[in-house]
């Protein structure tokens, strides 16, 4: 799979002005870095007979890379990056539609992904790959237009400037706002990995289906601001630079919540 690895990496580098990276290649590291930093003992021992040495950041963007793959292989994973919902007024409401849609998406491949790892009959190989999408999509959750609108493709088709150049809202929130920031994934995830113990229980609370929620109301907020020809600058990154840090610390202490509770002893 290594091998696999270094190739597709090289077709991504090729294809990148064709395919749009959730967070990008920082911020898929930094939430999984943060997520390392919090798995418990059991869980990092069933990690590394999965992964060996290797640190999840290591793996974070393999999901992506494999867009470039030409061989169809991995097509049917296109759809398992995002999960839409129109706006709804309440939780409750929210959730009901959430579960009503026929997958595979976002919600329903991290469920899958889930149960294959916990599966005792899946396969060293199978658990491996399945681990790796898990890393990947919990981050995906974490940028909130990948809960946005079926309309748009979830900001896709709303088209902005950003410091005057012509791109997407979608694409604004996938990198370049975090590239902007100019830290590398390991100074970031430093830098936003320090609240206190009582902070992190808090923030892990709630229910995976919550945690969808949650961004999906940024998501709205997103949508509200920035309507079709905003042109982003400064301004735009001031307005919305703790949302971003506050996603990527976010994800990464779901992600490993949600991974120590795979390995529950």
Excluded at 15 to 28: D, E, F, K, N
Excluded at 42 to 69: H, Q, T
Aim: glycine share 6%; with cysteine.
């Amino acid at each position: 799979m290594k091998s696999t690895y270094s190739k597709i990496l090289l077709l991504a580098c090729m294809a990148s002005s064709i395919y749009s990276y959730a967070w990008g290649l920082t911020g898929h590291r930094i939430i999984a870095e943060i997520a390392e930093n919090h798995l418990s003992g059991k869980a990092k021992r069933e990690i590394r007979k999965l992964m060996g040495k290797e640190r999840l950041a290591y793996w974070a963007n393999w999901p992506d890379f494999i867009k470039s793959d030409t061989t169809g292989t991995w097509k049917q994973a296109s759809m398992w990056h995002y999960v839409n919902v129109d706006p709804q007024k309440d939780f409750n409401t929210f959730e009901q539609h959430l579960k009503a849609q026929a997958g595979p998406n976002l919600y329903t491949q991290v469920k899958t992904l889930s149960n294959q790892l916990k599966n005792k009959n899946t396969s060293e190989k199978d658990k491996k790959t399945a681990l790796i999408f898990l890393i990947h999509i919990m981050g995906d959750l974490a940028q909130p237009l990948h809960t946005g609108r079926a309309e748009d493709l979830g900001g896709n088709k709303i088209n902005v400037t950003y410091f005057g150049e012509k791109t997407n809202l979608h694409s604004v929130w996938d990198g370049k706002l975090l590239d902007s920031q100019k830290y590398s994934y390991t100074e970031y995830s430093k830098l936003l990995d320090i609240k206190s113990k009582d902070t992190v229980k808090q923030i892990q609370s709630g229910t995976f289906e919550e945690w969808l929620y949650d961004s999906h109301t940024i998501a709205n907020t997103i949508y509200a601001q920035t309507p079709e020809g905003s042109k982003l600058s400064y301004d735009y990154q001031y307005k919305f630079n703790d949302t971003l840090e506050r996603q990527l610390l976010f994800g990464g202490l779901r992600l490993a919540k949600m991974l120590n509770d795979l390995y529950v002893s």
